[in-house]
């Protein structure tokens, strides 16, 4: 089955305790990008990737890393979260030819107390 | 930079056609229009897409006029499962394609019985 999936669903860590999501893709998409929901304001994109190697920043990158040395895995790190970052988390892929169609992750709440 | 507006909310009843609108004044001439359907929780589904006139999938139909400032998505006889936030998609390059998305706050829709 074609999926995006994400780990971990739920997580509940301190302030600047050092977390990885994953997110992995089994479609070889080229694209994959992170966003965050916060209510009241959308989805917003954080980082997102075109191949292996390639990354960018999206509309809302302070606070994350990513890195994208395969092309199926595209993990989003906070180095040093703080509860502003306190989030829903979707990671999304596609291919990058020429159509806009994202497949979505089922999300990951995080919350940084 | 291009950005999309929607309404924030809209109300109908079961069986009705439903129609929302998505302002995308400066979309990058060689962009599609994309349109998602979220429900709590879960991450954007992909409704449908399209470049200029009219496109029609088994669940809606989307409307983009010549000039491609704006589109229509049209779901017909909707029903309670209908029930969810909408949002419309662009790139945010205004000529050019960036592949950075913007999301917007979404069309919130309520089907009433």
């Known amino acids: 089955e074609a999926q995006v999936t994400q780990n971990p669903r739920y997580l509940i860590t301190v302030t600047g305790k050092k977390l990885t999501v994953t997110c992995s893709q089994n479609m070889n998409h080229e694209y994959m990008s992170w966003y965050r929901q916060d209510p009241g304001l959308g989805l917003r994109q954080i980082y997102y990737s075109m191949n292996v190697e390639v990354t960018d920043k999206g509309d809302v990158p302070e606070g994350y890393k990513v890195s994208r040395k395969e092309k199926r895995n595209f993990p989003l790190i906070l180095e040093s979260p703080s509860p502003n970052q306190t989030s829903l988390y979707f990671c999304a892929s596609s291919s990058a030819g020429g159509r806009n169609e994202q497949f979505f992750g089922p999300g990951t709440r995080l919350t940084v107390l | 930079l291009a950005k999309t507006t929607q309404p924030i909310s809209m109300d109908s009843y079961e069986g009705q056609e439903v129609n929302i609108t998505c302002s995308h004044n400066n979309i990058a001439t060689n962009d599609y229009i994309t349109w998602y359907q979220q429900f709590p929780s879960q991450g954007p589904r992909f409704i449908i897409q399209?470049?200029?006139t009219k496109v029609t999938n088994e669940v809606a139909s989307l409307f983009i006029p010549a000039d491609r400032k704006s589109s229509t998505l049209s779901l017909p006889r909707v029903s309670l499962s209908d029930t969810a936030v909408y949002y419309c998609l662009g790139d945010s390059g205004v000529e050019v394609r960036t592949y950075k998305y913007i999301f917007g706050t979404g069309t919130r829709l309520k089907v009433l019985a």
């Open positions: 399209g470049y200029k």
